[in-house]
Structures are given as structure tokens and as C-alpha cells.
């Protein structure tokens, strides 16, 4: 008899995050390693900027490719899939010799790494009631902040030690273990043998082999891009995306270019927006479960609240390029990753509130293309524009729209007037056998 383990949800969460870690060591490795890249391969900081648009370009549309892939084909081997291919890819980085191959390698690592979000709230979906999937998505977010926060020492670390190269090698063997770790303990809830009877009932797949829904077809990506639920998360996505890739692939060429700051000086400081953005991560979801509790606040609402509120602290980026005092610019860059991850969380969870749970990896994704659309014209923007005009109209920018983003929310979503369906058959019936094999027992009641 299999052992029963408590609280099995927040274990498959953190396994979750451990990769979510592994995905962002791999993201983050080569901002941090930019200023040693750039000038042994001679690359320009325009070329630089090809080689960040190239994984922002590839990002968004390996969003619903990625998210459609877990909602057919289960989170076990969508993540198994997309974990080798993240991992293998920032090896492979290891090899480049120009800025053309960076740019090959970095389009196809946004490809694949795009699947965090969309897997990542398929999990919360199914693993986690309404009330908990805010403060699960922002569990497995955690790991965002994580492998930005540990990729600078890690990384330059590795480069003073051995070299730029050995460091991208490095990344991508971690990612390989986490690969390993995944296989070998996730499966979906409804398989999992080490699910107790008490959880299972918790999260509403007690239940599940008593009832048996007919198949049903895979998500309707036209149906999904008519409702304006799904553009009223979306479009806030689009005006909140470019703070978090400044903070990863601009931050560490921001402070060496126009703070002056040299290899050790980014590896002591630029990690520290990022402990502040694992403090958003925990802010974002819980609120409005905490306003729901205290004041009844529908949970809809009180992700819109939080949003907003992050929005107003957000406008405090707009001074990073006008302060003199270096400390004071990096804490208003931790002020922007704390608020950005805060809304962020409250706006992405959002899509397992207004959507049913089939849906929610394939609604995630095409709200990650929309925000990647956003994203990618402004880092592109930068890339051309940053040694004419400096960086300091872009954090102005980056300060004030989330603001549009919050009108944004408010004005079109609509809540529910009935929870979306949350029939975990419904799933079954269209590729999540992938997560694991079944059981005899399954077999039997659902003959």
C-alpha cells in the first residue's frame, strides 16, 4: 500500500517551482554574462538587442504552442519535453561563437521555456480549490525570482572560475536533474498514489472515477480570442511584461553601462530586485483570497485590486533614471520587481477564475503571446534606441503602464455568474493519460 502524503499539493507545487528555477538559471544566464559574451565575441549592443528579440519573438508564440501542448498531451510529459529542450539548448550555449548562433540558440530557448506559466497554472488549476490557486501561482513564481536571484553569483562565479562558456553548461546540466526529478514523482491528482482520500476530496477529485464525462474536443483557440474575458487579462499582460524582461536582460548592461557597476558589483546587487519580487509572488495571490475572508470580496475583484494597487507602487521605476545615487536607482528597481510580480500573479491567476480547467494552459498561453508581443517591441526599442537616447525614457515608460493596464482590467472582464466548469473527466478524456499510467483500479471504475 502506497504511503499517503499531507498536503501532496503544495510538494507538487514546489516540484513545479524547482523547475521553474531551472527555466529562469537558463533565461538569465546571458544577461548576466553579457558584458564577458559581448566583448570576447566582439557582438555590438544593437546585436545584443537582435539576440534578447529573438527569444522575446520565439517566447510569445511558444506560449500557446506549449500551453495547448499540456492541455492535450498532460503536464507530465509537456514539462519532461520542454525541461530537455531548456536544458539542452543553454548548453548548447556554451558553443556559440558569434551573435547570429546566440541568436538561434536564444529563439529556440524561448520556444521552449515558455511553458512555465501555461503548465504552471494548469497545475494550480487542478491541483488547488479557487481560493488557493492565487497563492499556488505564486508559489511556482517564486522560482522566476529565484533563478534570476541565483543566476548572477552562479554565473559569474562560474565565468571568473572557468569561463563564460563552462557557465551555460552548468545551467543546462541542473536543468537535466530537474527533468529527471519530474518524471519520476509528478502525476495528475486523480493518479497520484500518494493522494489521500481527505486532499483529493479538498481539491474536488474524490469523486472523479464515479462519474465519467463523454470525450470532448481540445480547446477552441477561435472561441477563446472572442471573449473579451480573455482580452481583459490579456491587454493588462501587454502593458505589464516589459518591466520583468528589462529586469532580466537589460538590468546587468544598465548597471555596468550607466551605473558604472563592474562583474563582482552586478553579482552583489542585481539579484536584489529579484528578492523583492519573490515578496510580490506572496502578495499578489494572497490579497485577494485575504479580502474574500475579510470582506467578502468576489476573487475576481480582489485580483483586480491587487493589480491596482501594484500599479500605483510601479510608477516609483520612472525615477531610476533620474536619481544620482546608485543605491537609490537599484531600490527603485526591487520597488518595480516587487510590484510587477505582484500584479502580475494577481493577472495571470486569473485565467483558472474565468475559464474552465481544459482550457487554462491554452488561455495562459495566449495571454503569454499577447504580453510577449509587448515585451519584445520594447526591448527591441531599447536594443535600437538605448546609446542615442539613454535608458531613462524607458523607465518612465515601464513606471506608468501598468496604470492603462489596471483601466484595462476593470473596464473588460466580466466575472462569471457560475465558477467555470470544473469537471477533471473532462481532461481525461483529452491527453492527460500522459501524466502517468493507470491504474488498474482507475481502469476498472471508469470501464
Known amino acids: 500500500m502506497t504511503m499517503k502524503v499531507k498536503g501532496l499539493r503544495w510538494w507538487m507545487i514546489g516540484l513545479l517551482t524547482l523547475g521553474t528555477i531551472t527555466n529562469y538559471l537558463a533565461r538569465s544566464s546571458l544577461s548576466v554574462a553579457a558584458p564577458t559574451v559581448l566583448h570576447h565575441l566582439n557582438i555590438s549592443t544593437h546585436e545584443y538587442g537582435w539576440i534578447t528579440a529573438a527569444f522575446l519573438v520565439m517566447y510569445p508564440l511558444g506560449a500557446p504552442l506549449t500551453g495547448y501542448l499540456m492541455d492535450r498531451a498532460g503536464l507530465r510529459l509537456g514539462f519532461l519535453l520542454c525541461g530537455l529542450g531548456w536544458s539542452l539548448i543553454c548548453f548548447a550555449h556554451g558553443f556559440a561563437s558569434g551573435w547570429v548562433g546566440l541568436l538561434v540558440l536564444r529563439a529556440l530557448l524561448g520556444l521552449v521555456e515558455a511553458a512555465f506559466i501555461p503548465g504552471g497554472m494548469r497545475a494550480a488549476a487542478y491541483w488547488f480549490p479557487p481560493h488557493e490557486r492565487g497563492t499556488a501561482a505564486g508559489v511556482f513564481n517564486l522560482g522566476t525570482s529565484t533563478g534570476a536571484i541565483l543566476a548572477p553569483p552562479l554565473i559569474a562565479w562560474s565565468i571568473l572560475h572557468y569561463s563564460w562558456n563552462v557557465a551555460f553548461m552548468i545551467v543546462g546540466a541542473l536543468g537535466l536533474a530537474w527533468v529527471v526529478l519530474w518524471f519520476a514523482f509528478y502525476r495528475n491528482p486523480d493518479r497520484h498514489p500518494a493522494l489521500s482520500t481527505q486532499e483529493a476530496a479538498y481539491i474536488g477529485v474524490s469523486d472523479e472515477h464515479a462519474r465519467r464525462a463523454s470525450p470532448r474536443s481540445g480547446p477552441k483557440v477561435v472561441d477563446i480570442l472572442k471573449q473579451r474575458n480573455f482580452w481583459g487579462i490579456a491587454l493588462p499582460r501587454f502593458c505589464a511584461d516589459p518591466l520583468w524582461g528589462t529586469l532580466v536582460y537589460w538590468m546587468p548592461l544598465y548597471l555596468y553601462q550607466a551605473r558604472g557597476f563592474d562583474l563582482k558589483a552586478i553579482a552583489l546587487t542585481a539579484w536584489l530586485p529579484f528578492v523583492a519580487a519573490d515578496l510580490g509572488c506572496m502578495v499578489g495571490g494572497p490579497l485577494s483570497a485575504w479580502l474574500k475572508r475579510r470582506f467578502d470580496v468576489p476573487i475576481v475583484d480582489g485580483k483586480r485590486i491587487a493589480f491596482t494597487l501594484a500599479a500605483v507602487l510601479m510608477i516609483g521605476m520612472a525615477g531610476v533614471g533620474f ?26 491567476s486569473m485565467s483558472a477564475d474565468l475559464f474552465p480547467r481544459r482550457e487554462v494552459g491554452t488561455v495562459t498561453g495566449l495571454a503569454a503571446l499577447v504580453a510577449g508581443l509587448g515585451n519584445f517591441a520594447f526591448t527591441l526599442t531599447m536594443g535600437w534606441f538605448v546609446s542615442r537616447v539613454g535608458y531613462t ?53 471508469r470501464a
Not at 330 to 347: K, P, Y
Not at 394 to 406: E, I, N, W
Request: aromatic share 8%.
Open 323 to 348: 536619481v544620482r545615487s546608485p543605491a537609490l536607482a537599484v531600490f527603485l528597481l526591487c520597488l518595480g520587481g516587487f510590484a510587477h510580480q505582484a500584479l502580475s500573479i494577481a493577472v495571470i
Open 393 to 445: 525614457p524607458f523607465f518612465v515608460a515601464l513606471g506608468f503602464g501598468d496604470l492603462l493596464g489596471a483601466a484595462l482590467l476593470w473596464t473588460l472582464v466580466r466575472r462569471p455568474a457560475a465558477a467555470p466548469m470544473q469537471e477533471f473527466a473532462q481532461d481525461q478524456d483529452q491527453g492527460a493519460a500522459a501524466d502517468s499510467p493507470r491504474e488498474p483500479a482507475a481502469r476498472e471504475a
